[in-house]
């Protein structure tokens, strides 16, 4: 017998989200819907261990949830004449198959992006809601406590349920201001997926996947909109890169020593497409510039050379429009490159100190800089820092070899 608590995780986690939003199109009610999934998987970690685990655990989960809504409405009093409709989607097919009902998780990013809803807490709660990540990973992408995301999240379902928000699809109008919250999510999704290039964590299984297609939907729904397009362009150049990331024994291979073979052409003429049809709409913005460039690292497969000084002009062009960590560390190792280790170390030095504290690819690169200058006992301090934060084994063997 399979185990039964495993199951259910990896059901939820391949199907939470797409399960969430199907539920909730047709409750119209993303608060009750959440509680009923969630009560169904309660059921499940009960009864699996006694019964089996089904042939189709997420079609048992659909089932289970739906039968909850259908108790909680006639508990609450639902009109007789909603009963033939309850009746109906009570008995519908309990072995369909996943593909039996439509993927609805596009409209619930938008739904999460009500503007009722806190701004800062709107990323996150899609993050959690609708692709299944957990606070403690929603908290490392927003460098934050984990204890600190986790009440951020609840406060914001508390919301949702006082204020009655509702799944309602935004009007076409609407959808723009909503916008830039959805590629958030999407990109943050992506980048969860991205860390866990070996895998071995089965609740990121296949995330940069959903990521990239949720992506392809958001640039087919809004063609007119560049930063869907640049986010689109930016996730594809990453994703040809995957397979040389590793070697053959499954070491970790940082991008300028990558076997440039092992890059997907096809995907990158394909970015190349999807950025170069971005920057006709002539609206630069933080996407486009984070995939233009990954499109110079994509020349080394024409070039074999890296045009350093370019990236750091376009990092410096990002670092306006968005000036997040991760791009303060990558423009600080964009200048070591194309100028010497003193403008890396610099850059970093310029960093406020407590705003990095846990931020492993900052450490990464000081030990990288300082051992550049011959500064050794301090790189081996900053590689210490670095190795302790890795949660990738890979990486971690990485950044030991370096130390030592």
């Given at each position: 017998m399979r185990d039964a608590g495993q199951a259910a995780e990896l059901a939820a986690r391949a199907s939470y989200g797409?399960?969430?939003?199907?539920?909730?199109?047709?409750?119209?009610?993303?608060?009750?819907?959440?509680?009923?999934?969630?009560?169904?998987?309660?059921?499940?970690?009960?009864?699996?261990?006694?019964?089996?685990?089904?042939?189709?655990?997420?079609?048992?989960?659909?089932?289970?949830?739906?039968?909850?809504?259908?108790?909680?409405?006639?508990?609450?009093?639902?009109?007789?004449?909603?009963?033939?409709?309850?009746?109906?989607?009570?008995?519908?097919?309990?072995?369909?198959?996943?593909?039996?009902?439509?993927d609805e998780r596009l409209a619930l990013l938008f739904v999460c992006a009500h503007p009722a809803i806190d701004e800062a807490a709107r990323t996150p709660l899609m993050l959690q809601t609708v692709l299944g990540l957990d606070a403690a990973r929603i908290a490392s992408a927003f460098l934050v406590a984990p204890a600190t995301m986790s009440q951020r999240l609840v406060r914001v379902k508390a919301k949702i349920r006082e204020a009655g928000i509702r799944f309602e699809i935004p009007a076409p109008g609407e959808l723009t201001a909503r916008l830039d919250a959805v590629l958030e999510a999407?990109?943050?999704?992506?980048?969860?997926?991205?860390?866990?290039?070996?895998?071995?964590?089965?609740?990121?299984?296949?995330?940069?996947?959903?990521?990239?297609?949720?992506?392809?939907?958001?640039?087919?729904?809004?063609?007119?909109?560049?930063?869907?397009?640049?986010?689109?362009?930016?996730?594809?150049?990453?994703?040809?890169?995957?397979?040389?990331?590793?070697?053959?024994?499954?070491?970790?291979?940082?991008?300028?020593?990558?076997?440039?073979?092992?890059?997907?052409?096809?995907?990158?003429?394909?970015?190349?497409?999807?950025?170069?049809?971005?920057?006709?709409?002539?609206?630069?913005?933080?996407?486009?510039?984070?995939?233009?460039?990954?499109?110079?690292?994509?020349?080394?497969?024409?070039?074999?050379?890296?045009?350093?000084?370019?990236?750091?002009?376009?990092?410096?062009?990002?670092?306006?429009?968005?000036?997040?960590?991760?791009?303060?560390?990558?423009?600080?190792?964009?200048?070591?490159?194309a100028r010497d280790a003193e403008a890396g170390l610099a850059a970093l030095d310029a960093i406020p100190p407590d705003e990095v504290a846990t931020y492993q690819p900052y450490w990464a690169l000081r030990g990288h800089v300082l051992t550049a200058l011959g500064r050794a006992a301090e790189a081996g301090e900053a590689y210490d820092r670095a190795i302790g934060l890795s949660e990738d084994p890979a990486v971690r063997a990485f950044l030991l070899g370096r130390r030592a």
């Open positions: 797409r399960l969430l939003a199907y539920l909730a199109a047709r409750w119209r009610d993303v608060a009750r819907a959440e509680d009923a999934l969630g009560d169904a998987l309660l059921a499940a970690l009960e009864t699996w261990p006694r019964t089996g685990v089904p042939d189709n655990p997420v079609a048992w989960l659909l089932t289970a949830a739906r039968r909850r809504l259908v108790d909680g409405a006639r508990h609450a009093g639902v009109a007789a004449a909603a009963e033939a409709d309850l009746k109906v989607m009570l008995d519908e097919r309990a072995d369909a198959s996943p593909a039996a009902f439509p999407i990109y943050a999704a992506y980048g969860s997926g991205w860390e866990d290039v070996a895998g071995a964590d089965p609740r990121r299984h296949g995330l940069a996947e959903e990521a990239i297609w949720l992506g392809r939907l958001v640039a087919r729904l809004r063609p007119d909109e560049p930063e869907a397009q640049g986010l689109l362009a930016l996730m594809l150049h990453c994703e040809a890169r995957r397979a040389a990331r590793r070697d053959a024994a499954g070491a970790y291979v940082p991008l300028g020593f990558q076997d440039l073979r092992r890059w997907s052409r096809p995907m990158i003429e394909e970015a190349e497409e999807v950025l170069a049809g971005a920057a006709r709409l002539k609206a630069a913005g933080r996407f486009q510039l984070e995939a233009a460039i990954q499109s110079v690292h994509a020349q080394r497969v024409r070039t074999g050379e890296t045009d350093w000084e370019a990236v750091t002009l376009l990092y410096e062009g990002l670092l306006r429009h968005a000036p997040t960590m991760g791009a303060r560390v990558a423009h600080a190792a964009a200048l070591g490159e």
